[in-house]
């Protein structure tokens, strides 16, 4: 622990930015019920009002409170991404760190039918499953986070591949230990740096994934407040945007705000991830 | 020697076409139930669902029906469309054109400004444009498509008034109209894919410089530029076209999202659309032209590789 905020205090400024601002989403998503002024769904006054006291971000098409469905919106978005970053990669890193392991028919098999689902873009996979599956929340979780779970596969079997290589595991082999403890003791602390990097670029995939089918109209469904449901709804609003007066010119903003909200996190995650890449490649030398 | 390999390419791109076209087609098959009940509803008699399967032909064994749809495809007769029954070459067809025409616009816009820059980063390393290359890298990949996209419109459309927010284009419409009306997806579509190409072209550069033939030709007192041009660039010419055939197929799945930011006429729409409707048949139509793009386009980008590779033309 004390490691942890030693490595913490030698961070550069931009990894700091993008630590506070997660934790600031973090907090916002976390405690959705306490800040938001209105609740998610529900409809607290007249249609497309522009910013005021009242509704600082205005209401939107149905007159739901805009800042209260951002608030909300952390929760899902950031939540359901999250969820299913770690399927993914619960499903990837164990397949690959087992292929690299086990090796034979199972590694030919499982590398065969990832090198498949990798020739095809996901969104064109993501959208074939959805029309078969319909879109539920399920479907899209699941969908994403095997299609995402080809990614993390290869790598952690690189990784693991490198690895196995090493005196030390030959040695924990002629020492008789199983398959698990080998794959739990040996590989994983040892492929931890790459993989806690590769979990904040996949994290911000899936998220982006996430949100361009919410956009699409065909992720997250309604009422369920969600950033990438709620540019598409406002996006309309873009056209009627005039700089004449400050609140007409917010109605330009619209969209904006929930796709700044989901750019500005990634931009975070990235420079975190950043760090910690620079972190792991600098204590090999 | 070299011939060996592009063929051997070859032969892996068309097996992974054939692959991926029998996932497409299979993964319709999983479907609960099937599809002429799934399209016509609980209340069907089963009159109507034996004429809606004869009608598409669904009485035949799964296997036969593949290869039915397979040779179909590969002549443009994709069947009929579940959500309307009319046949989906004729829905398809204007659309295709469509999309490939805003994605060649962007590719033509793109390229050529994407390595010029990248060699002009290489060439100033450290400069301010070298550093607003690697932020803009890092914007790029964190910004969804539709964040750039109505940030061009708020910008060039609302504010500005220079071009319009929806990209209606018309058959009969002229190629200048056409270009104009269709510059802010193109746009949105050069901004997206430019910033990685840039950076390739940066890194394959930077790479070589620290060659010692490099450093001879630098000693023997040569324009830097002409170091870059004449003595690096050819090096470069393999990484460079391969990354710049991965953006091109970026490209052709970027296109689905920016399509429906400007309500564009184009394939990726057409998806969206019916992925909603679950219209099955159109789906699989314009996966299966997506997907045999993208692999067509990440084959080229291999066999480029191994073509430019000036090493495998001179065997030992």
């Known amino acids: 622990m004390n490691a942890l905020l030693k490595t913490l205090r030698t961070a550069p400024l931009s990894a700091r930015i993008g630590m506070a601002l997660i934790a600031a989403y973090a907090v916002v998503a976390l405690l959705a019920p306490l800040l938001a002024p209105y609740p998610e769904a529900a409809i607290v006054g007249a249609k497309y009002l522009p910013w005021s006291a009242e509704h600082w971000l205005g209401t939107d098409m149905l007159g739901r409170d805009v800042l209260s469905r951002m608030i909300y919106g952390a929760r899902n978005t950031v939540g359901i991404a999250l969820l299913t970053t770690l399927l993914a990669f619960a499903l990837g890193a164990g397949t690959g760190l087992l292929a690299a392991t086990l090796g034979g028919w199972f590694e030919t098999t499982s590398s065969r039918l990832v090198d498949v689902l990798m020739a095809v873009p996901s969104l064109i996979f993501a959208l074939l499953i959805l029309t078969i599956a319909g879109t539920s929340v399920v479907a899209l979780v699941l969908v994403i986070a095997v299609l995402d779970s080809t990614r993390v596969f290869r790598l952690s079997r690189a990784v693991a591949q490198g690895i196995l290589t090493m005196d030390y595991i030959e040695v924990a082999r002629m020492r008789g230990e199983g398959l698990g403890w080998i794959i739990r003791r040996e590989v994983l602390p040892n492929a931890s740096a790459p993989l806690i990097a590769e979990f904040g670029l996949r994290f911000c995939f899936v998220f982006l994934f996430i949100s361009a089918l919410s956009f699409l109209g065909l992720g997250l469904q309604p009422p369920t407040a969600d950033w990438g449901s709620m540019v598409r709804e406002s996006a309309k609003l873009i056209a009627f945007a005039n700089f004449s007066s400050w609140q007409a010119a917010t109605f330009g903003l619209a969209p904006l705000l929930p796709a700044g909200a989901i750019a500005l996190l990634t931009v975070a995650v990235n420079l975190v991830v950043d760090w910690v890449l620079h972190l792991s490649s600098g204590l090999k030398e | ?316």
């Not at chain 2, 539709?146 to 419409?173: E, H, K, N, Q, R």
Request: proline share 5%; hydrophobic share 60%.
């Open chain 2, 1 to 316: 020697m070299i011939l060996k390999l592009v063929l051997r390419r070859f032969a892996i791109g068309a097996l992974t076409l054939l692959v991926v076209s029998a996932l497409i087609f299979w993964a319709v098959e999983l479907l609960p139930g099937d599809i002429a009940s799934e399209v016509l509803g609980q209340s069907a008699t089963p009159e109507t669902l034996a004429a809606f399967r004869e009608r598409n032909g669904l009485t035949d064994p799964a296997m036969l029906r593949y290869l039915h749809w397979l040779g179909g495809a590969l002549t443009g007769d994709f069947g009929l469309s579940l959500a309307n029954q009319r046949p989906i070459a004729e829905l398809i067809g204007q659309r295709v054109a469509n999309t490939f025409f805003l994605a060649g616009y962007a590719a033509v816009i793109a390229v050529p400004l994407a390595i010029g820059l990248g060699l002009l980063a290489a060439l100033y390393r450290g400069s301010a444009l070298d550093r607003f290359i690697s932020t803009s890298t890092l914007a790029v990949i964190s910004f969804p498509e539709f964040f750039v996209a109505y940030i061009l419109i708020l910008l060039f459309s609302a504010w500005l008034g220079w071009f319009p927010s929806l990209a209606t284009v018309s058959p009969g419409m002229g190629l200048g109209a056409r270009l104009y009306a269709t510059f802010l997806p193109a746009l949105t579509m050069v901004l997206i894919v430019m910033a990685h190409m840039m950076r390739m072209t940066r890194a394959a550069i930077v790479n070589l410089l620290a060659l010692p033939y490099i450093e001879m030709a630098q000693l023997k007192g040569l324009r830097r530029w002409r170091v870059i041009a004449v003595h690096a660039l050819p090096n470069a010419v393999a990484p460079i076209f391969t990354v710049v055939a991965l953006n091109l197929a970026y490209l052709i799945v970027g296109v689905v999202l920016v399509e429906v930011v400007f309500v564009y006429p184009g394939l990726g729409q057409l998806l969206v659309d019916s992925v909603a409707k679950r219209d099955m048949t159109v789906v699989q139509a314009a996966c299966l032209i997506f997907a045999a793009t993208y692999i067509v386009l990440n084959l080229l980008a291999d066999v480029l590789g191994i073509v430019s590779n000036p090493r495998l033309l001179h065997p030992r």
